[in-house]
């Protein structure tokens, strides 16, 4: 069975720094690109970030662009996102989301989700 | 940047009823297009891709039609479960950004 969890996440400070992880099962991780999704409380979706398989292949929303850094190690079947120079208007849950094709570089779709972790940007 | 249009905000049905919402891309997006079910405090999940195709384990009563700009997600009788916010979804190629809708909430009337 497929899992992702995700954790880091809580309540830091305007400029402060914070960094998700997620945990991958029940898969084959290194053979699947990865992404972030948030969602702003009572929102829609936005993309975050993606990374390839093999991390050659980086992808930032214009958004998150310079502050975020999007990261896996294949090795332990994870999954970050360092996210820095943090705003109010990055609070919101933060899902990681797999790739819908294996070995494609970047798929459109994603086929699995966690449940997201919270991260709250407040003075 | 190709920007999805989804119609309409709201759509408020009996369980047992037809549900049609609409996508259009600001450009042409082929077939590349998916379709995700959210419900309250749960992860968006997967139904449609490639404009047509079920995900696994998506019932029969979704489905999903369309290619270029103009896009359809059917539930052709709506169960208590089905009522959710519903978003499609894709990929620019250059520059290599992800897009959602804004989604299309179902509610029940």
């Known amino acids: 069975e497929v899992q992702l969890v995700e954790s880091g996440g809580g309540l830091v400070k305007p400029g402060g720094s914070l960094r998700l992880s997620c945990a991958a099962s029940g898969f084959t991780f290194s053979s699947y690109s990865m992404n972030w999704v948030r969602q702003a409380p009572g929102k829609g979706l936005e993309w975050v970030s993606s990374?390839?398989?093999?991390?050659?292949?980086?992808y930032y929303a214009d958004s998150v662009k310079g502050r975020f850094t999007i990261s896996r190690d294949n090795a332990k079947n994870s999954l970050y996102l360092q996210m820095n120079s943090l705003r109010a208007e990055d609070t919101a849950v933060y899902y990681c989301?797999?790739?819908?094709?294996?070995?494609?570089?970047?798929?459109?779709?994603?086929?699995?989700w966690g449940q997201g972790t919270l991260v709250t940007v407040s003075s | 940047e190709i920007v999805l249009t989804q119609s309409p905000a709201t759509l408020s049905l009996s369980p047992g009823e037809r549900a049609t919402l609409s996508c259009r891309a600001s450009q042409s997006v082929s077939s590349y297009l998916a379709w995700y079910q959210q419900k309250p405090g749960q992860a968006p999940r997967l139904l449609i891709y490639d404009a047509s195709n079920r995900a696994t384990g998506i019932p029969a009563r979704f489905s999903g039609s369309g290619s270029g700009t103009d896009f359809t997600l059917t539930i052709s009788s709506l169960e208590p479960e089905d009522f959710a916010v519903y978003y499609c979804?894709?990929?620019?190629?250059?520059?290599?950004?992800?897009?959602f809708g804004q989604g299309t909430k179902v509610e029940i009337k």
């Open positions: 979804q894709q990929r620019s190629n250059w520059p290599r950004t992800w897009t």
């Open positions: 990374i390839s398989s093999s991390s050659s292949y980086i």
């Open positions: 989301a797999r790739g819908g094709l294996p070995t494609v570089v970047t798929p459109y779709y994603f086929d699995y």
